[in-house]
């Protein structure tokens, strides 16, 4: 069983839709989570990034950490043609400097 | 230049030649991560520099491979003898400190004919 585990698609809504997506793991000492997104070609972006249990809004970005279930999501509103990519989920111990770890990643296509 | 700066873009080989990439890091941070993207696949850590600390490489598949960090600034990372199931993307990032999310170049993509 891999630590952490992304569906990985391909996920297509169309333009204006709620997307959600979402990661599970198994390392209950991960603290930090993250989520980045991927265009064609490119480096991964931080789009997110969570200490601990919660929710954090940004703009049409809401991330979600649920501890008690090992689960995390990424909803986004308002979905636009430009957030046509790949989107990883990541997460760490970070302290100690502890390696980060990825899950496959979901291919989110949005239809105009 | 404030990002993470990844050279070659693009390197075609052919199996069983060596093969060297350069990762220039955010200036002033402290760490360094080599990870691996396979098409379709996640990515996969390979190896760790932390200050002056001995790197982690745990995640180094094969003895073919290995990475050194000079003047705790620019890496490079190794492969010799390449084999065809080496080709990937390969990602550089950074951090200013522990606990930091991490900062990605653009990578290069290797491809081993």
């Known amino acids: 069983q891999k630590e952490v585990e992304q569906d990985p698609g391909p996920l297509s809504v169309p333009e204006g839709a709620i997307v959600s997506l979402n990661c599970t793991y198994s390392?209950?000492?991960?603290?930090?989570f993250m989520w980045y997104r991927q265009y064609s070609r490119k480096g991964p972006e931080l789009l997110m990034y969570?200490?601990?249990?919660g929710n954090k809004e940004d703009g049409r970005f809401t991330a979600q950490v649920d501890k008690s279930s090992k689960y995390i999501s990424l909803f986004i509103r308002d979905s636009q043609p430009s957030d046509s990519a790949t989107y990883l989920c990541?997460?760490?111990?970070?302290?100690?400097?502890?390696?980060?770890?990825f899950g496959a990643g979901t291919r989110l296509f949005v239809k105009a | 230049g404030a990002g993470v700066s990844q050279s070659p873009s693009n390197k075609v080989t052919e199996k069983g030649k060596d093969v060297e990439l350069r990762c220039d890091p955010i200036?002033?941070?402290?760490?360094l991560y080599w990870y691996r993207q396979s098409l379709g696949q996640g990515l996969e850590f390979l190896i760790y520099f932390q200050g002056n600390s001995a790197p982690d490489k745990s995640g180094l598949p094969s003895d073919r491979f290995s990475a050194e960090r000079t003047g705790g600034s620019v890496s490079t990372l190794t492969i010799q003898r390449t084999q065809q199931e080496d080709s990937a993307v390969y990602l550089c990032a950074s951090i200013d400190r522990v606990g930091s999310p991490l900062h990605f170049g653009n990578g290069t993509r290797l491809t081993v004919t």
């Open positions: 990541a997460m760490s111990e970070g302290t100690g400097g502890f390696k980060t770890i």
């Open positions: 200036s002033g941070h402290t760490a």
């Open positions: 390392n209950s000492a991960f603290q930090y």
């Open positions: 969570t200490y601990s249990s």
